[in-house]
T-cell receptor, first 110, second 113 residues
């Protein structure tokens, strides 16, 4: 089988840093993506890792360790607008399906 | 440039009825996907297409059929709707294998009574 595991909920304070972890077990791995989804909205792309290491895009960074089948999304300088659900997704092969985790609901306290 | 659009936005069906959801993209993307989203279940892949005239099964294909007769359109059909198919359906497109970025449509909220 295949699975992506991420925490169901995370709570952090405005202005702080939060890390959302994702572990995966899939038959094939090409890359790990992260998406943000606000209530009632559609998912939007945040970041992608195909190789080990850290990718930085503004306040958001994403990390991948292929040997550990593990990645994380790091959000810095949290703002209230970052309150949303965050999904990790695995692309199994270059021309293949993309499978999503169940999502992490991020709550931000003022 | 509208991106990815979905029709309709909302629909209520009775058990046993059929319907087709339309996804259209104007970005000339090769790949298109249909997902369903249920509370606590994340996004589950129903079917996908890697090019015009091709389709493939995802994680939860049963009860659904798809067609990609034109590159810009990806249709999802429910032949005989069941209450278990009550969900929010998202379509997404991806340019080609060189990128993993998916662009999602606004979703269709379907209720089957």
């Amino acid at each position: 089988g295949q699975s992506l595991e991420q925490p169901s909920e995370v709570t952090a304070v405005e202005g702080a840093i939060v890390q959302i972890n994702c572990t995966y077990q899939t038959s094939g791995f090409y890359g790990l993506s992260w998406y943000q989804q606000h209530d009632g909205g559609a998912p939007t792309f945040l970041s992608y890792n195909a190789l080990d290491g850290l990718e930085e895009t503004g306040r958001f960074s994403s990390f991948l360790s292929r040997s550990d089948s593990y990645g994380y999304l790091l959000l810095q300088e949290l703002q209230m607008k970052d309150s949303a659900s965050y999904f990790c997704a695995v692309t199994k092969n270059r021309d293949d399906k993309i499978i999503f985790g169940k999502g992490t609901r991020l709550h931000i306290l003022p | 440039n509208a991106g990815v659009t979905q029709t309709p936005k909302f629909r209520v069906l009775k058990t046993g009825q059929s319907m087709t959801l339309l996804c259209a993209q104007d970005m000339n993307h090769e790949y298109m996907y249909w997902y369903r989203q249920d509370p606590g279940m994340g996004l589950r892949l129903i079917h996908y297409s890697v090019g015009e005239g091709t389709t493939a099964k995802g994680e939860v294909p049963d009860g659904y059929n798809v067609s990609r007769l034109k590159k810009q359109n990806f249709l999802l059909g429910l032949e005989s709707a069941a209450p278990s198919q009550t969900s929010v359906y998202f379509c997404a497109s991806r340019r080609d294998p060189s990128t993993d970025t998916q662009y999602f449509g606004p979703g269709t909220r379907l209720t089957v009574l």
